[in-house]
């Protein structure tokens, strides 16, 4: 074959190549919540646009305000916002004389500059305190010093000749979970330490934070207002906040994550006013947020109690592991399971329980179990259920365990119990 039917070929094929591509059905691309509302209702997307600006700057100026310790020692964060903010606001320079007014209002109540003083204040006040740097750093340098030595430790052990696996599987375990001993250690003491500084710094600082909430609450109002002229159905309009300190709100629901609390609203009518209709299009985006706490449940937080050592339900000994990648297959094997509840008290089932030996909440904090129950998977075999009381974080822990170390697990439940 010479060169010119080989290009003559090379080109036939390509021409199939590009039939066959466009022959297959292309993937519908995926739209924003905020994409759908503005091309059901007909607007503008710079309408859609300005309001997420408007939005953004509210949770942020509120969250600042309301959990500046937060922030302390995150220079590269906050600059990040602030330069973020900074830009939705000069955007504002060529829209409608309410946006000039908002940023007018902005440069006179010198707002970076009050975000700027009230970070140096948290930072001051932490130092007094003898912190001195952010959470997140801290976790990171634990994890660098604590892996390092562990690594070598283990594979130290493992070189080991005649070394005795059943002594060397506890000796790995109690590493694995060293670390996270110690970052659950450094979180609740952060968690203390804002606990009982925040009235400080809020009673210290309350001209300057009432600054920011005075603005964020002028920037709420500009969107409604909008909102209402467009005749956009407020209550598709979901945002969350991390205080109630503004009006014209409606709270559709609240969660406390980690010990910070966060509102869920949507924007609330003018007295007198009918809410707008809905198109049957947008009704999904009505549903409510958490409708049931169980439902909330069917997620990642399952714990397993494996290497568990005990007989006829009395538990001597396990290892806390999570199963989040078994989440799915463990809610079905829960679908599957028959409940009754364990009259017996919780300390009699693990005597015990204590920090040494505890079912951890992925924050850190040793769970409070008030609720054993029995489940019996398809009339075959049965295993406990532990359920945590609610913890300070918001999570809640739901842990597995056999009942007795020599039972006859099946083999579609070996992957969650044995492995």
């Not at 964020?216 to 909102?227: C, Q, Y």
């Not at 947008?282 to 069917?298: D, G, H, R, S």
């Not at 339900?313 to 290892?319: D, R, S």
Request: proline share 4%; charged share 30%.
């Amino acid at each position: 074959m010479n060169e010119t039917e080989y290009k003559k070929d090379l080109k036939a094929e390509e021409s199939e190549n590009r039939e066959e591509e466009e022959k297959k059905p292309k993937k519908p691309v995926k739209k924003t919540q905020g994409q759908i509302i503005q091309e059901t209702l007909g607007l503008n997307p710079e309408d859609i646009e300005n309001i997420e600006k408007k939005l953004f700057m509210v949770r942020f100026l509120d969250y600042f305000g309301e959990e500046t310790l937060d922030f302390i020692f995150k220079d590269n964060y906050i600059k990040q916002y602030t330069a973020q903010t900074t830009a939705h606001i000069n955007s504002f320079s060529t829209g409608s004389e309410e946006d000039k007014l908002l940023k007018n209002s902005f440069e006179s109540k010198k707002i970076i500059e009050v975000i700027q003083n009230l970070k140096i204040k948290a930072e001051e006040l932490a130092i007094s305190k003898g912190v001195t740097t952010s959470m997140d750093k801290r976790l990171r340098r634990l994890t660098l010093i604590i892996s390092l030595p562990l690594f070598a430790v283990i594979i130290g052990l493992m070189f080991i000749p005649d070394l005795n696996m059943f002594f060397l599987f506890p000796v790995l375990c109690i590493f694995c979970m060293l670390p996270q001993l110690l970052k659950g250690s450094i979180v609740r003491k952060w968690f203390a330490f804002k606990e009982q500084n925040k009235n400080q710094m809020y009673t210290e600082n309350r001209e300057d934070i009432m600054v920011l909430k005075s603005y964020a609450t002028e920037v709420l109002e500009n969107v409604r207002s909008k909102l209402i002229e467009l005749r956009v159905p407020l209550q598709l309009i979901k945002f969350v906040l991390h205080s109630r300190d503004y009006e014209n709100l409606q709270l559709i629901n609240q969660r406390n994550i980690r010990g910070t609390m966060q509102y869920y609203y949507t924007f609330g009518y003018p007295p007198g006013m009918e809410p707008f209709p809905i198109p049957a299009e947008l009704q999904q985006y009505q549903q409510p947020i958490f409708p049931e706490k169980k439902a909330e449940k069917a997620e990642k937080n399952f714990i397993v109690l494996t290497e568990m050592k005990g007989k006829e339900g009395i538990i001597t000994y396990f290892v806390p592991t999570l199963k989040d990648a078994l989440a799915d297959k463990i809610n079905n094997v829960l679908n599957n399971s028959e409940f009754r509840k364990v009259t017996d008290d919780f300390k009699t089932i693990i005597p015990k329980y204590a920090e040494n030996l505890a079912i951890y909440c992925k924050c850190g904090e040793i769970a409070e179990i008030t609720n054993v129950q029995i489940c019996n998977w398809k009339n075959e075999f049965e295993f406990y259920l532990f359920e945590g009381e609610e913890c300070k974080c918001g999570e809640t822990v739901y842990a597995l365990s056999l009942m007795d170390e020599s039972s006859d697990v099946p083999e579609e439940l070996k992957e969650i119990f044995l492995n």
